[in-house]
Structure formats: structure tokens, C-alpha cells
């Protein structure tokens, strides 16, 4: 081990100090011996004897013999500690010389600072940067923070990236290599630098989010592709930046796809020039809803019904816009023929009527006339009622098939938002989402008001306990409050009520959604106030008021009342028509006042009542949990439509479960065999094919297992024996379309209450 440099000088010092004094009482011995020599030699009379004088020099050479010796012996150590000290310095040269060349060997970049850190030393790899950068290299002595700057100024370092995840700093060099430099203090309070060169690393990572991107870009043309609407995405410069196959096909030229294309090169220019004013609002900021005839490929005019929504970045300048364009021909060519159907009719009526005037005088002899007349009116009358009824009873029918494509693509879009890529994909993913929220919220009002005049929905009148209810509604309506910089204040009730807790719901949601709406700014509340022998819910809002002459038509359909200053709505007019019927069917009184420019109110009066003892079951309440993870979970998906399948693989997949997907119960058990495989849960569709249904399904399955597995039973069928049945059979009941996070909850519910299967 090498002597400390300092150690080896002291050593040396104290040996030739000890050897001066050795000499010193050396030669003053040898005085002393001279000197009584001399004495004993000299004359007689006053010296002392002889013999005494002889002995005692030779005690006093003795005396020198042994202070000679011990000057050798010291003067031998002396040269010892010298060999050592050489050895020393050599073994420390060599250490030295060693760990330059330890350094020098290192890949990384290295620096070593004292503890007043001030740079000491560094190796070759560092000082390349510099002399790439054309820089001269830091001298020894620098202090850490002018090397930092010195950086910066001179442009070596080109970017810096902070992770708070990360165990060092992130730099982009001049030479456009990536290093991450860490910092290591040494145990006499200085400080070593390292540079790691990541290029390859950061490359690598590069190449997996552009594979990523790729990915979640062809998700998101398989989506727009299934949509029925002309879909595309125009920037700043009214080129085409994005466009699904609908679009393509339409606009196409000579099989050309009109991507990257500008406006006026894609359209004729007559049109280019009729669209330009929109096209323009949209490029202001505005958002564009018009109606438009165009020709299509085979020369025919189309009634489109085109959408343009400004899209902006993140300093809120307008950088294109999207496109939705739908074909309405068929929808105007309907009303086209009610409205001269209408017109017929009151030609008709003005002809019968002035046929009746004509005959007044002759009424007794017309009478049978007119009552033949008038029993052919009310056979008409009864068969249009009859008409009506039948389309409404079809159309909420139906709403299994119409809702199925909406949940498939709903579940591609969720699984979709789960993904992470770049701001221009997200955000074409976001708007997707959005016109699938706009569809399913038109779909779902109009099958809702279809089901209501149909009388295919049953209130199911129960007492039940106002606090839950209102905390959900609450809850829920409080987010969408907030994206629109509202405040939603809540009066928490736990009186007892007799009523329909799901059609009650509806109503209040509907009323909290007309005043977050139409109120631009202030507060909502949401509470209650008791009556004798009832409870008034309330919904406040500070919005722009109603008229008083327009409070007996808000609740028409379709008629909408639309406030000066309030924001743009997209709805058709049906929430509050749908309360009133709602309201009809359970016997429940609403009213409404308003002042304008102040704000509005809406109450239902429900009637107070008892909870009776509730009977066993199985079924659970699903509260909102935390989400504590579903990774790992074994999951089945029942359902007859293959895009819904492949929606929900991808979405649970997503959520870190392990999916088999079948569209019948042959094909699940070609797959696996359902007796002795492991699950943790299934998801079933209630309407399978071949008059199958997913109640069948599951109750094979189950019966013949050990121990029955927990279902989830999806459907968008309403009807209250539907749902008795199933709420008798102990599965959770989800109406289509479904809300990936009620989804997701409902599963880490069912599934942290269960123990999971052996893998």
C-alpha cells in the first residue's frame, strides 16, 4: 500500500534531525576523551593517579563506542526509510498512472471536481465534446458552474431534459449525441461527472413510439372507415391532411386519393366557391353547421348536412378544422313527402268542407252521406294512429340493432384514448369520441321518446332512499359542470320516496343538463324541499331565463328555446318532452319559473313513502370504487356482433386482462373447454343468434361447473321484466351503449369481491 506523501517527508525529517544529534554527542565525547588522554599523559604532582585517569578513559571510549554504534544504526534506518520512501513514490506513480489510464479507458465522458469544486481532472471522451464544438476545453481549476455555462454559451449543449423520474440530467450535444450526465459526490466532499452516451437508446425509444403512432393511426382509420359519414381533416392551408374511405371514394378523382390535396383542386370550382365562406367562418374559430346540395359520382343531387369544427393549438391559434358530412337525401326526400302530403291533405279538407257548405240545404237528405263520410274519416283517423303507434313501437324495437355499430365503435374509441401517441392523432381521437357522444346522445333521445310513445317502458314503483340517488347524479353531472367553469352545489337528502329510482333519475339528470346547457356562467344547485306528505327536487341555475310566454312550450318536442347569450346547442329539443311523459307515467307533478336575465327553475313533486324489508338476493350494489387494477383477470366475451367482440378485447386488453372473445357459445368452446377452464368473469350480450340468448349461454356454462361464475348481462333492452329476470338470476344488468368507466368499475367491483382463478 502506498505511504502517504506527507507521512514519507516527517519520517524523514525526525531521522536526520535524531542523526545530527548523534554526532553532536559524538564529537563532543571524543573532546572529552582527547582531553583527559592528554591530562593523564602530562606531568604528575597535580593530576590525578594514573591507573584512575587510564580506567576512566576507558569508560569514556566505551561511551563513544556505543554512541558510534548507534550512529550506524541510525544512519542504516535512515537509509531503509529513504529505500521505502523511493519504493513509496513509485508504487504511488504507478497508482497515479494507472488510474489515469482506468479513466481514460472509461466510454462515458468523465470530470472530477475537489471538494471547492473546481475542476481536477477529466478524460479524453469529455474533452472531445468541447473540441467538436469547436470550444477550447475548460483548464484545470474551473469551478463546475462557469464549465455549465460555458456549455450553454458556446452552444455545445443544444437541449436539456429534466425527468423528475429520471436518475440524471438528459442533454442534446452540438454533435447530436444524447448523453445523460449523473452526478456521484466523493468521500472528501468532491464531486465526479459522468456522460453516458444513450443514442442508441433514445433511437430505439424513438423508433417504438413511431411504431406506436403507426399503430394508433390505423386504429384510427379502422374506426372513421366504419363510420357512414364523410370524415376528413383540412388544415390552415385547406389541403387535406386526413380523410376516411367515404370521404375518399366520394372525392376521389380517377381513383386518386384526394389526401394532401388542396380544396380547390379536389372540389369543381363551383363548388370550392360556394363552400369558401364556410370554410373560412371555420378558420375564424367558429364552428359551421349547414345544409348543401352536391352531385355526387353518378350525376344526382345529394342533400348533405355537413359539419366544419375549428381546431386550435395549444396558444389558441386556429390550425385547421374537421370535416363531417353526412347524406341526408333520404331524410329530406321523407319530410319532402310529409310536407305534400300535409298539403294534400288540407286541399282535401278545403274541398270537403266547401262540398258540405254546398249541401247544407240538402243536410237531411246527405245525413247517411256524412255519416258514411265521417265514419271513412275516423277509419282514416284510426289507421294513421295505428301507423304512428307502429312506428314508434318498431323504432324502439330496433334499438338493439341501431345501438350495436355505436358500441362497437364507442369501444374502439375508448381503447383508443387509452393508447398514448402524438397531439395530432389524439386529437382527430378525441374529436371521433365526440361526434360518437353527439350520435349516441341524438340515438338515445329519439329511442327513448320512441319508447315512451310506444309504451314499451313499465315504471317499476318502489320506496327507496333519496341519498344515493342524488349523490350519483350529483357526482356524475359535477364533472361536466366543471368542464363548462360552472360550480355544481349539492343539498344532500335521506328522505324516503315512492317512485321509479331509474325513470326519477332521468328526469333530474335531464333537468341538470338543460341548466349546465344553457347557463354561460355562475352556479347550479341540485336540492330538496318537503311539502306535506311530498319532496320537491330542485335544479337552480343562473342561466339566461325563459320567457314567460315560451314556459308552456319548452316542453313540446322538438321545440327549442334558445336564450340570447346562450351557448350553442346540439340537441333536438326532446330532454324536457321527455320528462313530461316520464312525469305523466308516474304520476309526478313538474313546474318551472324562470326570470329572464336571472336564471330558471325546475321541480318534480314526488310523494313521500316507507322502505319495506327488502327480501335476499344476490344482486350488489355497484358504488363507484377505486380502481385497484384488473391485471391478470381471465374474462369471457359472449356477443353475437364480431366487431363488438374485437371492440372489447381490445379495450379489456387494454386494462391488462386476459380476453376470449366468441360470438356464440360453439365457438367459445371450440377455443377453451367452459367446464374446467379458468375465469374470473363473463360478459354476455342478452340477444345472440339462432334464438339464442346470453342468459342460455351462461346458464350452460355455469351448470356444469363446480362453481358458478359472476356475469355481467349487456342489452338495450329496458324492459322491466327483462330486468326482474335477470336481477333474479344474480348477474350485474348494463344497457348498451356501454360507458367504458362504469364498465371498468363495475368489473374491479365484481372482481375484487371474488377470489380469482388459479392461473
Known amino acids: 500500500m502506498p505511504v502517504p506523501r506527507n507521512e514519507q517527508s516527517q519520517s524523514e525529517t525526525s531521522l536526520l534531525q535524531r542523526v545530527d544529534t548523534l554526532e553532536a554527542d559524538n564529537e563532543r565525547l571524543r573532546k572529552i576523551c582527547d582531553a583527559l588522554i592528554v591530562r593523564v599523559e602530562s606531568g604528575a604532582a597535580q593530576k590525578p593517579e594514573p591507573y584512575a585517569a587510564f580506567e ?69 471522451r469529455f474533452r472531445s465534446y468541447w473540441r467538436y464544438a469547436g470550444v477550447e476545453i475548460p483548464a484545470p481549476g474551473t469551478d463546475i458552474d462557469t464549465v455549465w455555462q460555458l456549455a450553454l454559451e458556446s452552444g455545445l449543449i443544444v437541449e436539456e431534459h429534466r425527468e423528475p423520474d429520471s436518475d440524471g440530467v438528459v442533454l442534446l450535444l452540438s454533435n447530436d449525441r444524447w448523453v445523460q450526465m449523473t452526478e456521484r459526490p466523493t468521500r472528501e466532499g468532491g464531486l465526479v461527472v459522468l456522460y453516458s452516451d444513450i443514442t442508441d437508446v433514445k433511437n430505439s425509444e424513438m423508433a417504438r413510439r413511431i411504431k406506436a403512432l403507426e399503430e394508433s393511426e390505423r386504429w384510427v382509420r379502422v374506426v372513421t372507415d366504419h363510420v357512414p359519414a364523410l370524415i376528413a381533416y383540412v388544415g390552415a392551408d385547406l389541403s387535406i391532411q386526413f380523410c376516411n374511405q367515404v370521404y375518399e371514394a366520394w372525392y376521389g378523382l380517377n381513383g386518386e386519393s384526394p389526401l394532401g390535396k388542396r380544396l380547390e383542386h379536389v372540389h369543381s370550382e363551383e363548388l370550392y366557391h360556394r363552400l369558401l365562406p364556410q370554410m373560412l367562418e371555420a378558420l375564424a374559430g367558429n364552428n359551421v353547421n349547414f345544409e348543401f346540395e352536391e352531385m355526387d359520382g353518378q350525376g344526382q343531387v345529394r342533400h348533405m348536412m355537413r359539419s366544419y369544427v375549428a381546431n386550435f393549438d395549444e396558444q389558441g391559434d386556429v390550425i385547421g378544422f374537421f370535416v363531417l358530412i353526412r347524406d341526408i337525401t333520404e331524410r329530406r326526400k321523407t319530410a319532402l313527402a310529409l310536407e305534400q302530403a300535409y298539403d294534400d291533405l288540407e286541399c282535401r279538407i278545403e274541398e270537403r268542407t266547401s262540398a258540405l257548405t254546398e249541401v247544407n240545404n240538402q243536410l237531411r237528405q246527405e245525413i247517411s252521406e256524412r255519416a258514411s263520410a265521417e265514419a271513412r274519416l275516423q277509419e282514416a283517423k284510426q289507421e294513421a294512429e295505428k301507423a304512428n303507434l307502429s312506428k314508434t313501437k318498431f323504432l324502439a324495437a330496433v334499438s338493439h340493432d341501431l345501438l350495436q355499430p355505436l358500441n362497437a365503435a364507442r369501444l374502439f374509441t375508448s381503447a383508443l384514448l387509452e ?73 344532500a337528502s335521506s328522505a324516503i320516496v315512492v317512485s321509479d329510482s331509474q325513470l326519477l333519475a332521468r328526469i333530474l339528470r335531464n333537468f341538470l343538463t338543460n341548466a349546465i346547457r344553457y347557463t354561460s356562467s355562475g352556479r347550479i344547485l341540485l336540492g330538496c324541499r318537503r311539502q306535506a306528505g311530498h319532496v320537491v327536487l330542485q335544479v337552480w341555475d343562473t342561466g339566461p331565463g325563459i320567457p314567460q310566454d315560451k314556459l308552456s312550450e319548452i316542453f313540446q318536442e322538438f321545440k327549442r328555446i334558445r336564450p340570447e347569450g346562450s351557448r350553442p346547442d346540439k340537441g333536438l329539443g326532446l330532454g324536457l318532452a321527455i320528462v313530461d311523459k316520464i312525469a305523466r307515467m308516474l304520476g309526478h307533478e313538474i313546474a318551472v319559473s324562470s326570470v329572464e336575465g336571472k336564471g330558471s327553475v325546475f321541480s318534480v313533486r314526488v310523494p313521500l313513502g316507507k322502505l319495506m324489508p327488502r327480501r335476499a338476493t344476490t344482486e350488489k350494489t355497484l358504488d363507484v370504487a377505486a380502481d385497484h387494477g384488473l391485471g391478470g383477470a381471465r374474462i369471457w366475451v359472449i356477443d353475437n356482433d364480431h366487431a363488438i367482440c374485437e371492440g372489447m378485447r381490445i379495450l379489456l386488453e387494454g386494462w391488462e386482462c386476459r380476453v376470449t372473445a366468441a360470438t356464440s357459445l360453439a365457438e367459445l368452446e371450440r377455443q377453451l373447454d367452459p367446464v374446467v377452464s379458468p375465469v374470473d368473469l363473463i360478459l354476455a350480450d342478452y340477444h345472440l343468434d339462432n334464438d339464442e340468448t346470453g342468459v342460455d349461454a351462461v346458464a350452460s356454462i355455469n351448470k356444469r361447473r363446480q362453481n358458478p361464475v359472476p356475469v355481467v348481462m349487456i342489452t338495450a333492452n329496458y324492459t322491466n321484466e327483462l330486468k326482474q329476470h335477470i336481477r333474479e338470476l344474480g348477474y350485474v344488468l348494463m344497457n348498451k351503449p356501454v360507458k367504458p368507466l362504469k364498465l371498468r368499475s363495475t368489473l374491479n367491483h365484481m372482481i375484487s369481491g371474488h377470489p380469482r382463478a388459479p392461473h
Not at 473546481?118 to 479524453?124: D, E, R, T
Open 56 to 124: 576512566h578513559s576507558v569508560v569514556l571510549a566505551e561511551q563513544v563506542r556505543e554512541r558510534t554504534e548507534a550512529l550506524s544504526q541510525a544512519m542504516e534506518e535512515l537509509r531503509d526509510s529513504n529505500k521505502a520512501l523511493n519504493r513509496a513514490r513509485e508504487e504511488e506513480e504507478t497508482t497515479r498512472q494507472r488510474l489515469s489510464d482506468a479513466i481514460e479507458s472509461i466510454a462515458d465522458g468523465f470530470v472530477l471536481f475537489d471538494n471547492c469544486h473546481q475542476l481536477i481532472q477529466s478524460n479524453s
Open 419 to 491: 393508447q398514448s401517441f402524438g397531439p395530432k392523432a389524439e386529437g382527430l381521437v378525441h374529436s371521433v369520441s365526440t361526434s360518437l357522444d353527439d350520435v349516441e346522445s341524438l340515438l338515445g333521445t329519439l329511442v327513448d321518446i320512441s319508447k315512451l310513445d310506444a309504451g314499451v317502458i313499465k315504471p317499476d314503483v318502489t320506496a327507496f332512499d333519496l341519498r344515493d340517488l342524488l349523490n350519483n347524479i350529483a357526482r356524475e353531472c359535477q364533472q361536466m359542470a366543471i368542464a363548462e367553469n360552472l360550480s355544481l352545489d349539492f343539498v
